[in-house]
């Protein structure tokens, strides 16, 4: 049985974007902070926990900004599984190097298929309006947070309007970063 | 030369208090779930945490709504140090079994008289608005949250409006908490 994790960046201050999101900044104002610590030389701990993520991910449900986002990013889909895109629209899969996107209209629908895909392994979720839907709709089993310690002062906060019940399961921590597993209290 | 020391319980979604607060409500709505971690059957690791920052501390100081708030429930200074009390109202000292409460007016003159009291110990700032305002006055050289697995949905922010750079220094988790020291990049 696959476990449903939800994999963020998040600033102190509890925002996974900054504010203003715009089409030429994705991530708000000042929320790339939020991913230097992965690509502004990572410390060997931040690489080998990246890897390990990688190696543990059996598919991936991406939310529809994300995707649209992260693409030209990724360059592929963004880990080495078949990746289900929520949106609302019909279009055909979209095959990469290392996997397919596969277009579904709605959050639960998505993450059955990617369960479905994953076998054992784990079902990735990657955006934040996906995971406030995914939270809201109990389909989270745990949630990841990389705790970025910046403040961002606004933008899309995570939880707000949601009433989650968490347990620390796990606690990674770098120079740059501090990553919090925890589980999801039902 | 004392280190200042922010030490808060925080949500993860950024609060250090509840929405609402009143007078017999005083950490607001489901605030008091930010300090549950020390008092329902704490772990063994919180207990030694506890117990090492007490030992560390060399003064104290209070905002005045948490001394208002803090008083009764201490039933003496909260940590067995010279515990200076911000406020603009001239008070005389009030001595307690573990130490003596001294009322000062503004944030920089308690901080300043605490640091002559501690010597080479650690000065310790309690209180939302304390923390906000040595925040942005620069006077804060560690930030210690206990990182608490729950969201309230509003209430005071720490971070809010402030743009605070830090370093994770030290990571503790238990079972019910993380804890997480930085130090404040200037």
Chains 1, 2 share one sequence.
Do not use: C, K
């Not at 476990?3 to 996974?16: C, E, K, N, Q």
């Not at 880990?79 to 290392?98: G, I």
């Not at 709709?137 to 947070?145: K, N, Q, S, W």
């Amino acid at each position: 049985m696959s476990t449903v994790l939800l994999l963020v960046s998040m600033s102190l201050d509890g925002y996974v974007a900054g504010p203003n999101v715009a089409a030429d900044e994705p991530m708000g104002e000042g929320g790339e902070r939020l991913h230097e610590w992965m690509f502004a030389d990572p410390s060997p701990t931040d690489v080998e926990l990246m890897a390990r993520t990688r190696a543990a991910t059996g598919a991936v449900v991406i939310g529809r900004r994300t995707f649209d986002v992260g693409l030209r990013h990724w360059g592929d889909v963004p880990y080495p599984a078949p990746s289900f895109v929520v949106t609302h629209e019909q279009r055909p899969e979209l095959a990469q190097e290392s996997g397919t996107f596969t277009f579904v209209d709605g959050v639960p629908s998505a993450i059955d298929q990617a369960r479905a895909a994953a076998g054992d392994r784990t079902v990735v979720l990657m955006g934040a309006d996906l995971a406030r839907q995914a939270l809201r709709a109990g389909l989270v089993d745990e949630v990841f947070i990389n705790l970025v310690p910046v403040t961002l002062g606004g933008g899309a906060s995570l939880f707000a309007g949601l009433d989650v019940h968490l347990a620390p399961a796990e606690v990674i921590s770098s120079p740059a970063v501090t990553h919090l597993r925890y589980r999801v209290v039902r």
